[in-house]
């Protein structure tokens, strides 16, 4: 019989091991979570089984099981009480993020803190910007808020800031504010390309932040293009951007892999909501098996992505202690 040298080498898990291209660990997560005003809450969201939102006592408990798993890097999405047309509680010193991070970094200074930066959790028409008596998003006065709400996240003590709205000039915009108050060492990680994507779904719903007329895409990217996404990259990278987001991850694998390519730098892949409970539901219906999860991760580490925001850290933080 024959054998042929790559089948020699796949014949024991070791020598697997060892000619493996890809690894992951759990030094590339970072793990979204939501957090709601109030007390002793930890609401199940139900179109993402397994993910909560958490007053900011529970949240407290949270980040203790993620820093025992081995997870030290988290990204905040605030859900206000309070939304208004330019989104206030988006920047007041107490809002509901500005108070989450500060309670975090009392507690636990060593868990690193990004700050997803957006509008459209604060705003009452939940679109990403300050609105025009016309319904259009003005682009000019919304990089002004974004600066607004940046600079009190770091104020409150965020590691990082994620701008996720897509207006133009935005990242420009942060970096100035951002430097002008003495923090030039806080990096910008920006969704560079992040599409107008139907796999965002139930993050609406975790975030109440639908919009309530009209939809992103005269912000968002159509999801027909791959130049484009490398235009937007470029943008964000002259502007300053430090690091950049390919959003969504899945089906955006080319996207990950030509701007690991064409720009020599890390890159980040959010494996969104929609991906995550399709196949958080695939697996309790039966249809596929939970290794899945390791497959879907390891593939967009193959793709080219250095950081994976996902909801999956969790699960992952068990499978590798297997
Ligand atoms: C806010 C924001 C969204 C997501 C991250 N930041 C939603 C959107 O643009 O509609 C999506 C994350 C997910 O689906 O998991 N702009
Ligand atoms: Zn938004």
Do not use: W
Request: net charge negative.
């Amino acid at each position: 019989m024959s054998f042929s040298r790559t089948r020699r080498l796949r014949k024991n898990q070791v020598v697997r091991n060892l000619i493996r291209e890809t690894s992951i660990s759990l030094d590339d997560f970072i793990y979204p979570l939501f957090i709601v005003e109030g007390e002793n809450k930890k609401e199940e969201i139900s179109s993402m089984k397994g993910v909560y939102r958490f007053s900011i006592d529970k949240l407290l408990e949270e980040v203790r099981e993620l820093l025992d798993l081995g997870i030290n890097s988290i990204i905040l999405f605030g859900i206000p009480d309070e939304k208004d047309s330019c989104g206030t509680s988006g920047f007041v010193e107490d809002g509901i993020i500005q108070k989450a991070i500060r309670a975090i970094k009392e507690k636990y200074p060593e868990m690193y803190v990004v700050t997803d930066v957006c509008m459209c959790e604060y705003t009452d028409h939940g679109h990403c910007g300050i609105l025009t008596d016309d319904g259009d998003v003005d682009n000019d006065k919304t990089l002004e808020y974004l600066g607004k709400i940046s600079l009190s996240h770091v104020e409150a003590g965020a590691d990082m800031v994620a701008p996720s709205d897509m207006m133009d000039g935005r990242v420009a915009a942060i970096r100035s504010v951002l430097d002008e108050n003495g923090y030039e060492y806080i990096p910008i990680m920006a969704y560079s390309a992040k599409y107008a994507s139907n796999y965002y779904g139930p993050f609406r719903e975790a975030a109440e932040s639908a919009p309530s007329h009209g939809d992103r895409k005269t912000y968002q990217m159509d999801y027909y293009n791959s130049d484009e996404a490398m235009r937007e990259i470029m943008a964000d990278l002259e502007e300053g951007a430090d690091l950049i987001i390919v959003k969504p991850a899945l089906a955006y694998m080319d996207i990950i892999r030509r701007a690991k390519d064409e720009f020599n730098i890390p890159i980040a892949s959010y494996n969104v909501s929609g991906e995550y409970s399709m196949i958080k539901s695939a697996i309790e219906n039966g249809l596929v098996n939970e290794d899945i999860i390791m497959e879907t991760l390891v593939s967009l580490k193959r793709a080219g992505s250095d950081i994976l925001i996902s909801y999956f850290a969790k699960d992952i933080a068990r499978m590798l202690k297997k």
